[in-house]
């Protein structure tokens, strides 16, 4: 004998229970917009580059790990005082305790010389000549962190970052345009952002890090999964310059 099931109706209240107690998956989505979103603003790919960089300066740990935490406080600072689309904010007085930390564990002044080239660097917004000399501020913080350490590796660093930083601001020269930011690009009359800028500044990071390797005490065996991570993780920045099929947050 066929057994029949008894069905009692649903009302409101039970509906809201349900719909509250399973997460949906546009809601699941947006959580994980949001954890990509902080995470890209870290810059992993430039993260790591600046990881084996600080290996190729000393093999003293608590060193590398106050350039880590020197360059963690930047990032904070300057994605705090970013008003771009797509980044969520960050607390203003979050970079307070990475800078702290460093200057326990590297020599002070390189601390202090890379917060003022920081701080020049994110005036970048305010005015044309801040726009301009932008490059040469991020330029700096590299090679003062490698000035205490390796002085030839210092004017490499700056050369690279240099040309580094221009070229990503050919990436974004129509968002800095269109902010009323003047860069290098924006001043040569460039008003659209460049495609092959997005490739080019990804390889530049690449083979940057590559260069580091060679100085570096790691495994040479680490550059495969380092570059993979980085490429993978450039796009995570949340940019309106990134190529639309890349493009997680628009």
Not at 34 to 48: A, D, E, K, M, P
Not at 94 to 118: K, M, Q, Y
Not at 178 to 188: A, D, N, S, Y
Request: include cysteine.
């Amino acid at each position: 004998m066929e057994e029949v099931g008894v069905r009692f109706p649903i009302g409101p209240r039970e509906k809201l229970i349900l719909n509250t107690s399973r997460p949906s998956a546009r809601c699941i989505k947006e959580k994980m917009k949001t954890v990509l979103n902080y995470l890209g603003q870290l810059r992993i790919y430039s993260f790591l580059d600046l990881l084996v960089f600080a290996t190729a300066l000393t093999k003293e740990i608590n060193i590398i790990v106050g350039i880590g935490l020197l360059w963690l406080g930047f990032l904070f600072y300057l994605e705090s005082r970013h008003d771009d689309e797509f980044r969520l904010k960050i607390n203003k007085y979050l970079w307070t305790g990475p800078f702290a930390f460093s200057l326990v564990l590297l020599p002070v002044w390189i601390c202090l010389s890379f917060a003022l080239f920081s701080y020049l660097y994110t005036k970048k917004k305010q005015h044309a000549a801040w726009g301009v000399s932008a490059p040469l501020w991020r330029a700096l913080q590299n090679g003062i962190i490698a000035a205490g350490f390796n002085f030839q590796l210092a004017i490499l660093a700056f050369i690279l970052i240099f040309i580094r930083n221009v070229i990503a601001d050919f990436r974004d020269a129509h968002d800095d345009k269109q902010r009323g930011i003047l860069t290098i690009p924006v001043v040569l009359g460039v008003g659209k952002n460049q495609a092959w800028a997005f490739y080019v500044h990804l390889m530049l990071v690449v083979a940057a890090t590559i260069i580091w390797l060679n100085f570096s005490f790691f495994d040479s065996r680490l550059i495969l999964p380092i570059i993979l991570f980085q490429l993978f993780s450039y796009p995570l920045t949340p940019r309106l310059s990134n190529p639309r099929y890349l493009n997680i947050y628009g």
